[in-house]
């Protein structure tokens, strides 16, 4: 049996939600687009099919070989994933008078089925769709209705499951143990995917398809591309080279002391200076577009640059994670590749001629951190908030120079201490403060000052993509705001942002 699950995107919000709840049972698997279905499906060991924004009553619904699919595999369809076999294996879907979002309760009708085996009846499930199953396909046996909808869960012939309510959302109070039932008790997979399991069988993968070449790495503090190179230290030792450039955009001490950090875990590690290119080529410039732009170039001559020094390599390490590799299907269209584009690494150009090893791609943010655990690194490290690759560059609101750089890791060093001092940094997603374009008038003593303005943000969040903005207690507040005016020069006015993520972003620019 293999102990690989293979999960087909057919658009849904929560695919990735899956895919974390089945890792989280220790148990790995991959997305795929529904119409890019791998070639090789003997390395899969079971199949869950997601749900979706189309609806099977449309024209050119999104479809699969079921019959194909389901003899190869035990399946778990969820929604429109079992919709979808209702109405291909002669069942009957239409529009469904009651709309059913949000909770519902489940009469269990089959009390002997193994997907609900130790699951309560009238447990508590989500619910998301606009279309109901009417008919069964032939041959089911239906297992569990609710109040509203007599079809929400039947199966085909012991091998076969279909939900119509979401077990991946945490409000289906014990989704995740009708997961488990479908891994361990219907399909007989090992929950043996540990972060330690992971990193044995990585180091082992990286030894035999690196063998004696070198590999070079750009290292940037943040936890993706620590754990890839510790993982990859473990692997090959001192044929990793890895290199540090210093944009003059970090946080206050960071380069020198990241650095320290690094050489303490035995890193092969170069750490070079290059903000003097930098504030140079930034010089003049206020929009934030065009910074960026001008960061990335700079990054990547600069890395370049160095990598020529390392003789004879042959491979480009990236601390790439899943997210950013995760083919996802558009809800207005056909399937869409929405891959993003690596902003920290910047996406080295082919020029470099080198083959990119990326040991992370697999994994998604939470388990990067635990395989950091595993391979012991520090927690300053792993708990470190995310910093955008282009640095203070982007918390300063118009032209960048030493000065304001100076000025604002004075404000930013003030204000995570504080963060730190008060148990603070490490239940908080980010923080950070802002350099704004604005002068207004102050007085300090018997003067008046006319200064800068700085903002402060401390978000709650998962992944970046929304916000919350942090009620921090006024007390803090007040201790640093006065820190920052009485210590730092040139800035009177401190703010707080209480604006969320959308309709604001995180970062000002
Ligand atoms: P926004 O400002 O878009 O930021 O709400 C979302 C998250 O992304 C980070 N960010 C970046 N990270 N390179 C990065 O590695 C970048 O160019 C970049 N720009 C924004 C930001 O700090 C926040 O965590």
Known sequence: MQNNILILDFGSQYTQLIAR??????VYCEIHPFNKIPTDLTQYGALILSGSPFSVRENNYPRVDLTKLLSLFPTLAVCYGAQLIAQELGGRVDASNIREYGRANLTLVNKNSLLFDGISDNTQVWMSHSDTIKELPENSMLL????DVDNVAYSINGKTFCLQFHPEVYHTTEGSNI?????TKICNIDQSWTPDSFVNKTIEELKSKIGDD????????????SVAAILLHQAIGSNLHCIFVNNGLLRKNEFDGVLEQYKGMGLN????DYSKEFYDQLKGVSDPEKKRKIIGRVFIESFDNESNKIKNVKWLAQGTIYPDVIESISATGGPSATIKSHHNVGGLPDFMNLKV???LKLLFKDEVRRVGKSLKIDKNILGRHPFPGPGLAIRILGEVDENNVKMLQEVDDIFIQGLKNEGLYDVIWQAGAMLLPVKSVGVMGDERTYEKCVALRAVESTDGMTADWVDLPYKFLQDISNKIINRVKGVNRVVYDIS??????????
Not at 269 to 272: D, L, T, W
Request: aromatic share 4%.
């Open 214 to 225: 070198k590999v070079i790495l750009g290292l940037s503090g943040g936890v993706d591309s």
């Open 500 to 509: 969320s993520k959308p309709p604001a972003t995180i970062e000002w620019e």
């Open 357 to 359: 090893i990326e040991p």
């Open 269 to 272: 590690i170069k750490g070079v």
């Open 144 to 147: 569990a209705s609710t109040k």
């Open 21 to 26: 709840r089945v890792r989280e049972l220790n």
């Open 179 to 183: 997961l488990k039932n479908f891994l």
